[in-house]
């Protein structure tokens, strides 16, 4: 069972009074469990409509997005909500931590919505060393740089054990050195945790880091390119 | 923690809007504070005049007395239970200080009797009360101890002489033998003597020109009436008056409907002041309607990790409740503060017109929280209603 599967996926905006714009123009495709997948393209090409449908924050105008074999296309605006609140999380280019929190509390944050369970505290800390920001747990945003603002949310992302992060342009706003950095958490989180990853990014050289590319153009798949990256050379499977 | 950092964030926002809220609530509670205290003093005087009949000379109340020889006839009227005389004249004759809202200071003489009949109650404080056929003695109500700070065993001069009085006023001393407790009803502003006290005070209110002409062993203000178990009242005044000549009975409902002023006052205050309420609650929805646009792209996050529209709603009502209830505590333990103030201060001029209750406490606080509620419950049904895919867009 892919852990991503989209068909034939539509979606319009409204511009004006009379004018229909097509962000995602027919997409069909499907990510298997495990990867650790690329969306790239211009603005403008559709990379966060697509995430956003397959976040469930925005319904398709048709077509279907499966996680994990279930049609949320079928859900209810609640189910949406509480499906996405276990199985998906989420990383984004702006810093996204609330600054009246600490590090260790937006970590946390997604803990408050969902079913009341125990060991969430030991979780966030447990996340938060994995992405080395131990000594920081009671440090609030103000307190942080940019790429330790970044590790937080990507361990806020796995707080709930999501089946699917989807990151869009998470290193957007850092610079080449912390990107790799960045990117080189995720992988790492990917590869030990089995969690799917799909980021989102217009950087060709941060796309090429990863299993696989999808590119985006005008709405619709224009390119999608399985890689793997061996030590110190990276080749093409398809 | 986070609603209130939030509000912390925000200093000059949070500040204004809670300083509505509490310039609202402490106008209520002020105004609130008034009207309980003629509450009170309805309550009080309902519960004493509706209780009996009040019978005075033909003449009405300006004669100021009515001959004891009317008590018999009075008595054989059938329904009565008993006729008693009632003394009261001004403990501060000639004043030129006017009392609109409290209870003018009154030297009275209440027939021992009344307690078996009156509904009004007033238990002691302090000390006893007055022995039968003793002269000098006074019971004082709470207010009037307080305003001229005496104690039981302390003299007081009675009537109190005033500023501008005549060459020819006379006042005798009274040894305070009892205090009263508070009531926040007549009794608290009234000094209690004996008969022939009351009697002797009366006479020498009179005008000089017949007062000497008078015996004053026969003299009160006026007649009290009390009916048997079951009687109408207000048919035994119209018997009374139709029975006994040279008196004028007065109805009770009629006596008790005169009240109502000070408490029409009342009621206009506290519309007013909570109009100035509204103003805070207006405050509010824009703090709240302006947060909820700042904080949009916090709304989104937090529904990407699958916050529920009720989440958000009961997030932001939260914040709109806290803030409404912060206010209120602050506007009211003003308000409650300056009531005392004032009242403090207004105690010489006995303007003694605020009482703070617990009905008065739980209603301006339960206010200020539906307020809060209330002024939320816009701001966040909209929060609810953002759509996070154009919100996480957003620069």
């Known amino acids: 069972m892919a852990a991503v599967e989209v068909r034939d996926l539509i979606r319009k905006y409204r511009q004006g009074e009379d004018n229909m714009v ?49 049609d949320t296309t079928a859900l209810t605006d609640g189910q949406r909500a509480d499906f996405r609140g276990r199985r998906i999380g989420f990383v984004f280019r702006h810093q996204s931590l609330l600054p009246t929190l600490t590090a260790l509390q937006n970590v946390m944050l997604p803990l408050r919505y969902g079913p009341i369970g125990t060991g969430g505290k030991k979780r966030a800390r447990e996340l938060l060393d994995l992405v080395g920001l131990g000594d920081l747990v009671n440090h609030r945003p103000g307190q942080l740089t940019v790429a330790e603002s970044q590790r937080v949310a990507i361990a ?12 869009d342009e998470p290193t957007g706003e850092v610079d080449n050195e912390t990107s790799d950095e960045l990117l080189f958490l995720m992988q790492q989180l990917n590869r030990t945790s089995g969690v799917t990853f799909i980021i989102a990014t217009h950087d060709i050289d941060v796309a090429t880091c990863m299993d696989r590319v999808i590119r985006l153009s005008d709405g619709q798949v224009g390119a999608d390119e399985r890689l793997r990256v061996e030590r110190g050379r990276r080749s093409s499977i398809r | 923690m986070e609603i209130l950092h939030n509000i912390a964030q925000r200093r000059l926002r949070s500040t204004l809007t809670i300083g509505g809220i509490v310039v609202g609530v402490l106008a209520l509670t002020l105004t609130g504070a008034m009207a309980e205290h003629f509450h009170a003093q309805f309550e009080g005087g309902d519960a004493y005049f509706r209780s009996n009949i009040q019978v005075a000379d033909d003449a009405g109340s300006y004669a100021g007395v009515i001959s004891l020889s009317k008590i018999d006839p009075i008595q054989k009227v059938p329904g009565v239970a008993v006729a008693l005389p009632s003394i009261g004249l001004p403990a501060r004759p000639g004043s030129a200080t006017s009392v609109p809202l409290g209870a003018p200071d009154t030297i009275a003489y209440a027939d021992p009797r009344e307690r078996d009949h009156s509904r009004l109650k007033a238990a002691l404080a302090d000390g006893r009360q007055l022995q039968p056929n003793r002269q000098g003695e006074v019971v004082l109500g709470h207010d009037l101890a307080n305003e001229y700070g005496v104690k039981v065993g302390d003299r007081l001069d009675l009537p109190i002489r005033p500023q501008n009085a005549n060459p020819d006023f006379v006042n005798h001393p009274f040894k305070v033998v009892g205090i009263l407790k508070k009531t926040n009803t007549l009794p608290d502003a009234t000094a209690s003597v004996g008969l022939l006290d009351a009697q002797m005070l009366l006479q020498e209110s009179l005008p000089a020109s017949f007062r000497d002409r008078l015996d004053p062993s026969s003299l009160a203000s006026r007649i009290t009436v009390y009916g048997k178990p079951g009687v109408d009242l207000d048919m035994l005044a119209d018997r009374i008056n139709a029975t006994v000549p040279g008196v004028t009975a007065t109805r009770p409902t009629d006596f008790v409907n005169n009240f109502d ?55 932001y009502l939260l914040e709109a409740t806290i803030i409404g209830l912060v206010g209120g505590l602050i506007g009211f333990a003003a308000g409650a503060g300056l009531a005392a103030l004032l009242d403090l201060a207004g105690r010489t001029v006995n303007m003694d017109v605020f009482l703070i209750t617990d009905r008065l406490a739980k209603i301006t606080l339960g206010l200020s929280l539906a307020l809060g509620v209330g002024a939320g419950m816009i701001p966040s049904l909209r929060a609810a209603r953002l759509d996070p895919d154009r919100a996480l867009r957003a620069p």
């Not at chain 1, 992302?157 to 699917?164: C, E, F, G, V």
């Not at chain 2, 006052?265 to 805070?280: D, E, K, N, P, S």
């Not at chain 2, 529904?303 to 709603?313: D, E, L, S």
Request: hydrophobic content about 55%; some cysteine; proline content about 3%.
């Open chain 1, 156 to 167: 806020r992302a796995l707080i709930k054990a999501p089946a699917l992060v989807v990151a």
């Open chain 2, 261 to 315: 002023q000070g408490a029409r006052f009342a009621a206009i205050a506290v519309g007013t002041a909570l109009l100035a309420l509204l103003f805070g609650a207006i405050l509010l929805i824009n703090t709240m309607v302006v947060a909820v646009i700042e904080r949009q792209g916090e709304i989104a996050l937090k529904m990407t990790f699958g916050a529920q529209p009720w989440h958000i709603v009961a997030e």
């Open chain 1, 22 to 70: 097509r962000a995602l123009d027919g997409v069909t495709l499907s990510i298997d469990t495990g990867e650790f997948v690329s969306l790239v393209g211009r603005s403008g090409s559709g990379k966060t409509t697509f995430l956003h449908c397959v976040g469930l924050l925005l319904r398709p105008t048709t077509g279907q997005v499966l996680i994990d074999g279930v």
